[in-house]
């Protein structure tokens, strides 16, 4: 049975459902650490590199060549930024995700070299070349590890099923943001679409006793009490 642990909590740069408006916080990404046997996969390694493998060692005791997948719930750079100190894994995103983003970047690649615009085309380079390392996750990442889509906050955002004998476990990115969003049944704004947005929530709190939202801790799911 696969098992899980929040390795760091994730925050909002402002929760406009705590009346903020405007930036007052650096955004970070939930990271998240599943244990499937011979399997140790990392979600969302958000944090740089030289605070994230600290933390890692401070939550699991692991260091980084333990880590045996990276999986992106999607490709936003903020949810990558330690993504280097795996370079011994296997990384995974979403296929739609993998498909839909890849187009972008070439598009603004084909820009930045017509333009002359160096940095910038360099700065593409490496983000795709980021992306062509990452593959289309399975279906199944290991045992007691299903790929749940949630299309709608990015074209392909997939999030990470683990059923249990008591609970189902849903590692939701940012479908499911934070727990004042799941307590107002609201999405994160803005989003790619919002109506695909609205129904990945639907479904994440359809299938799932215990969330771990993308941008907060592990809840209960409010609706399967």
Known sequence: MATFRVISIG?????????????????????????AGDAKILVDPSLPEQILVPRLAERSGLKP?????????????????????????QWYVGELEREAIGAQLVGKYQEAEESGDGDLAASLR??????????????RLAEGVDLFPLYGVTPGSCGLLLPQPAVTVLVAGDAVATHEHLSEGKVISPVFNLEQAQE????????????????????MNPMRR
């Open 65 to 89: 060549e333990a880590i045996t997948h990276v999986f992106l719930t999607n490709f936003h750079p903020m949810r990558r930024r330690g993504l280097a100190a795996f370079d011994d894994a």
């Open 11 to 35: 925050t909002l740069a402002h929760n406009p459902l705590w009346g903020e408006r405007g930036d007052v916080r650096p955004a970070h990404a939930t990271t998240v650490l599943i244990d």
């Open 126 to 139: 490496a983000e795709v070349a980021t992306l062509q390392r990452c593959k289309a996750a399975p279906d």
């Open 200 to 219: 990945s929530f639907k479904e994440a709190i359809e299938i799932a006793d215990l969330i771990v939202c993308g941008r907060d801790n592990v809840v």
